[in-house]
Nanobody, 121 residues
Framework: QVQLVESGGGLVQPGGSLRLSCVVS????????MGWYRQAPGKQRELVAS???????NYADSVKGRFTISRDNAKNTVYLQMNSLKPEDTAVYYC???????????????WGQGTQVTVSS
Protein backbone atom coordinates (compact mmCIF):
# COMPACT_ATOMS: atom_id res chain seq x y z
CA GLN A 1 0.00 0.00 0.00
CA VAL A 2 1.04 3.57 -0.69
CA GLN A 3 -0.39 6.61 1.05
CA LEU A 4 0.00 10.32 0.37
CA VAL A 5 -0.84 12.61 3.27
CA GLU A 6 -1.00 16.38 2.82
CA SER A 7 -0.78 19.00 5.53
CA GLY A 8 -0.38 22.76 5.86
CA GLY A 9 -3.61 24.07 4.42
CA GLY A 10 -5.74 26.67 6.12
CA LEU A 11 -7.17 30.17 6.04
CA VAL A 12 -4.88 33.04 5.09
CA GLN A 13 -5.36 36.67 4.15
CA PRO A 14 -4.59 37.92 0.65
CA GLY A 15 -0.87 38.52 0.31
CA GLY A 16 -0.08 35.90 2.92
CA SER A 17 1.87 32.66 2.69
CA LEU A 18 1.33 28.97 3.34
CA ARG A 19 3.54 25.93 3.01
CA LEU A 20 1.99 22.63 2.03
CA SER A 21 3.68 19.29 2.69
CA CYS A 22 2.94 15.83 1.36
CA VAL A 23 4.53 12.69 2.76
CA VAL A 24 4.49 9.48 0.73
CA SER A 25 4.59 6.30 2.79
CA UNK A 26 4.27 2.57 2.28
CA UNK A 27 6.12 -0.09 0.35
CA UNK A 28 8.07 2.30 -1.87
CA UNK A 29 10.93 1.44 -4.16
CA UNK A 30 11.24 4.88 -5.73
CA UNK A 31 9.22 8.01 -6.41
CA UNK A 32 9.43 9.62 -9.82
CA UNK A 33 7.54 12.81 -10.61
CA MET A 34 5.61 14.53 -7.82
CA GLY A 35 3.18 17.37 -8.10
CA TRP A 36 0.47 19.54 -6.69
CA TYR A 37 -2.95 20.00 -8.23
CA ARG A 38 -5.88 22.11 -7.11
CA GLN A 39 -9.61 22.12 -7.60
CA ALA A 40 -11.82 25.10 -6.90
CA PRO A 41 -15.61 24.74 -6.52
CA GLY A 42 -17.26 24.25 -9.89
CA LYS A 43 -13.94 23.97 -11.72
CA GLN A 44 -11.82 21.16 -13.06
CA ARG A 45 -8.75 19.96 -11.22
CA GLU A 46 -5.66 21.69 -12.59
CA LEU A 47 -1.92 21.22 -12.31
CA VAL A 48 -0.25 23.80 -10.09
CA ALA A 49 3.35 22.58 -10.13
CA SER A 50 5.34 19.43 -10.72
CA UNK A 51 8.89 18.34 -9.97
CA UNK A 52 11.02 15.50 -11.28
CA UNK A 53 13.11 13.25 -9.08
CA UNK A 54 16.13 15.28 -10.14
CA UNK A 55 14.49 18.56 -9.15
CA UNK A 56 13.32 20.03 -12.44
CA UNK A 57 10.16 22.02 -11.77
CA ASN A 58 7.26 23.25 -13.87
CA TYR A 59 4.56 25.70 -12.89
CA ALA A 60 1.17 26.84 -14.06
CA ASP A 61 1.37 30.36 -15.47
CA SER A 62 -1.02 31.58 -12.77
CA VAL A 63 1.42 30.75 -9.96
CA LYS A 64 4.81 31.45 -11.54
CA GLY A 65 6.89 33.73 -9.38
CA ARG A 66 4.65 33.17 -6.35
CA PHE A 67 4.77 29.40 -5.67
CA THR A 68 7.82 27.16 -5.29
CA ILE A 69 7.75 23.38 -5.39
CA SER A 70 10.54 21.35 -3.80
CA ARG A 71 11.14 17.81 -2.61
CA ASP A 72 13.22 15.88 -0.13
CA ASN A 73 13.87 12.45 -1.64
CA ALA A 74 15.27 11.08 1.62
CA LYS A 75 11.99 11.91 3.37
CA ASN A 76 9.69 11.01 0.44
CA THR A 77 8.19 14.45 0.82
CA VAL A 78 7.14 17.20 -1.57
CA TYR A 79 6.49 20.79 -0.55
CA LEU A 80 4.66 23.74 -2.03
CA GLN A 81 5.63 27.17 -0.73
CA MET A 82 2.86 29.60 -1.62
CA ASN A 83 3.54 33.32 -1.33
CA SER A 84 1.54 36.40 -2.29
CA LEU A 85 -1.64 34.38 -2.12
CA LYS A 86 -4.73 35.64 -3.90
CA PRO A 87 -8.42 34.85 -3.38
CA GLU A 88 -8.37 32.98 -6.70
CA ASP A 89 -5.87 30.53 -5.18
CA THR A 90 -8.66 29.23 -2.96
CA ALA A 91 -9.11 25.53 -3.66
CA VAL A 92 -8.53 22.03 -2.39
CA TYR A 93 -4.90 21.19 -3.07
CA TYR A 94 -4.00 17.60 -3.91
CA CYS A 95 -0.63 15.90 -3.85
CA UNK A 96 0.22 13.50 -6.68
CA UNK A 97 3.09 11.10 -7.18
CA UNK A 98 4.32 8.40 -9.55
CA UNK A 99 5.47 5.57 -7.31
CA UNK A 100 7.30 2.33 -7.96
CA UNK A 101 6.32 -0.11 -5.24
CA UNK A 102 8.63 -2.64 -3.67
CA UNK A 103 8.38 -6.07 -5.35
CA UNK A 104 6.01 -4.73 -8.01
CA UNK A 105 6.81 -4.03 -11.65
CA UNK A 106 5.92 -0.67 -13.10
CA UNK A 107 4.91 2.71 -11.78
CA UNK A 108 1.49 3.74 -10.51
CA UNK A 109 0.04 7.18 -9.97
CA UNK A 110 -1.30 8.04 -6.52
CA TRP A 111 -3.31 10.91 -5.04
CA GLY A 112 -3.57 12.39 -1.59
CA GLN A 113 -6.87 13.19 0.08
CA GLY A 114 -6.51 16.95 -0.38
CA THR A 115 -6.07 19.93 1.90
CA GLN A 116 -8.19 23.08 1.83
CA VAL A 117 -6.55 26.44 1.16
CA THR A 118 -8.75 29.48 1.61
CA VAL A 119 -7.52 32.98 0.83
CA SER A 120 -9.87 35.58 2.23
CA SER A 121 -9.90 38.76 4.27
Amino acid sequence: QVQLVESGGGLVQPGGSLRLSCVVSGSISSINAMGWYRQAPGKQRELVASISRGGSANYADSVKGRFTISRDNAKNTVYLQMNSLKPEDTAVYYCNADVARTFYIGVRNYWGQGTQVTVSS
